[in-house]
């Protein structure tokens, strides 16, 4: 491909320095109206080196105020700026203002703690019309880019790699994802104090998870309440305290999760020592979430029933998505018969539902990796019935040019709506 023609691509995407609030020169005409314009959003601590190359790559083919490093400069800020902009432009007439808030874009690259955080924002803000994200996948993991066929690998930082990239941004299909909230409750003790999660050293994977006070109506006198958000998954039991333990140690030592095969590496170490695979010698019976947790759940408005969970699960998922540990399904596909008689569906992005699964340790998880293997499916259920959590739905794009791994429940309807 020619410079003359990357260059005349490249304008698809561009947005110029007034639009983003720099400089004073407007357009008076529609002479060339961006098919896709677009705000790229990079963590450059994702990926070992690539997220800081990877930003240099796009400012280099784009109008570099429009490439922002997250570490820098946090995105609440900019499309806040952004839309108050355009929205004063719209007022004083400038026809390409309107033109670019119709067909606006984000790219957000990073891991799914950075993706989630975008969406959070991009909720938050109450953005009209709130613009559908692509995600690259610069993370560990890379569930939520995987699910809608972004890939898991860690992308290309050349130039014809991101052109590539932003060509299938372009003709992407944009589709709707659910979010959850959640209200986590835990006695307070009565003696002494403990802050169970550092407010410097939490993941964004569970946007804006934060303890909640006094006057707030989810307060409750004797409980340590906090309230988060999450599109991908949320886990309680041994999973979580590795994932935890994952996300201390990196940073705690960032130098040692230098890409994403050294940080899958670096997990799989963790899950031995903290005895996923050694339950029975590191991890008492007496500590599963049966013995730990009674676990009910609403499948009619008004109606609880208690979830019977096996006294060998130590670890219970909660999925909004199909991808979990790095592209491994968990809940797979019903046969036809067990879906009948436990009234249990396939997963879709945007059904509202929850899907609850269990593993008994990592010998269990491995069963993923075999054709239509998956963890104890415990349930299927509506969260917003339980009053526990509830959800909104946020715009996100699908990858044109790869096979769907999660599919939406319109789709068969034809009414995925093209962007």
């Given at each position: 491909m020619g410079d003359y023609d990357s260059e005349d691509i490249l304008k698809?995407?561009?947005?110029?320095?007034?639009?983003?609030?720099?400089?004073?020169?407007?357009?008076?005409?529609?002479?060339?109206?961006?098919?896709?314009?677009?705000?790229?959003?990079?963590?450059?601590?994702?990926?070992?080196?690539?997220?800081?190359?990877?930003?240099?790559?796009?400012?280099?083919?784009?109008?570099?105020?429009?490439?922002?490093?997250?570490?820098?400069?946090?995105?609440?800020?900019?499309?806040?700026?952004?839309?108050?902009?355009?929205?004063?432009?719209?007022?004083?007439?400038?026809?390409?203002?309107?033109?670019?808030?119709?067909?606006?874009?984000?790219?957000?690259?990073?891991?799914?703690?950075?993706?989630?955080?975008?969406?959070?924002?991009?909720?938050?803000?109450?953005?009209?019309?709130?613009?559908?994200?692509?995600?690259?996948?610069?993370?560990?993991?890379?569930?939520?880019?995987f699910s809608f066929g972004w890939g898991k690998k860690n992308p290309g930082i050349d130039r014809q790699s991101v052109m590539s990239f932003l060509n299938q941004v372009k003709t992407a299909k944009e589709m709707k994802i659910d979010g959850w909230y959640l209200v986590m409750r835990m006695r307070a003790l009565k003696e002494g104090s403990y802050d169970p999660i550092a407010p410097s050293g939490q993941t964004k994977s569970l946007n804006a998870f934060r303890q909640v006070f006094k006057p707030d109506t989810l307060y409750m006198d004797g409980f340590h309440t906090f309230r988060g958000r999450f599109w991908n998954y949320f886990s309680m039991g041994m999973d979580a305290q590795v994932s935890y333990a994952f996300h201390s140690d990196r940073k705690l030592h960032p130098e040692?999760?230098?890409?994403?095969?050294?940080?899958?590496?670096?997990?799989?170490?963790?899950?031995?020592?903290?005895?996923?695979?050694?339950?029975?010698?590191?991890?008492?019976?007496?500590?599963?979430?049966?013995?730990?947790?009674?676990?009910?759940?609403?499948r009619r408005q008004g109606q609880w029933e208690d979830l019977y969970v096996p006294r060998s699960i130590r670890s219970i998922v909660c999925l909004n998505l199909p991808s979990f540990s790095g592209g491994l399904d968990p809940w797979g596909t019903p046969d036809p018969k067990k879906s009948l008689e436990r009234d249990l569906t396939p997963p879709y992005v945007d059904d509202g539902l929850i899907e609850i699964v269990g593993f008994r340790d990592?010998?269990?998880?491995?069963?993923?990796?075999?054709?239509?293997?998956?963890?104890?499916?415990?349930?299927q259920v509506n969260p917003c019935l339980c009053g526990c959590a509830s959800f909104f739905p946020s715009k996100i794009l699908a990858s044109p040019c790869r096979q769907m791994q999660f599919v939406s429940s319109l789709e068969k309807e034809q009414q995925i709506i093209p962007p």
């Open positions: 698809d995407f561009y947005m110029p320095d007034y639009i983003l609030g720099h400089g004073s020169e407007k357009v008076r005409d529609l002479s060339h109206v961006p098919a896709c314009p677009v705000i790229v959003f990079i963590n450059s601590k994702s990926g070992g080196q690539r997220g800081g190359d990877l930003i240099i790559t796009y400012r280099t083919l784009l109008n570099k105020k429009q490439v922002f490093d997250l570490v820098e400069t946090a995105p609440e800020e900019v499309l806040q700026q952004l839309y108050e902009n355009i929205e004063n432009l719209k007022e004083d007439g400038d026809p390409l203002a309107s033109e670019i808030q119709k067909r606006l874009k984000l790219i957000v690259a990073g891991g799914d703690g950075t993706a989630n955080w975008l969406l959070g924002v991009v909720s938050d803000l109450k953005l009209s019309p709130p613009p559908p994200v692509a995600t690259v996948p610069l993370g560990t993991g890379n569930n939520l880019p040692k999760f230098k890409n994403q095969l050294v940080n899958q590496s670096n997990y799989l170490k963790l899950g031995c020592t903290q005895g996923w695979f050694c339950t029975s010698c590191f991890h008492p019976s007496s500590r599963n979430i049966a013995q730990l947790a009674n676990v009910r759940i609403m990592a010998w269990h998880g491995l069963i993923l990796l075999l054709p239509k293997g998956h963890g104890t499916r415990l349930a």
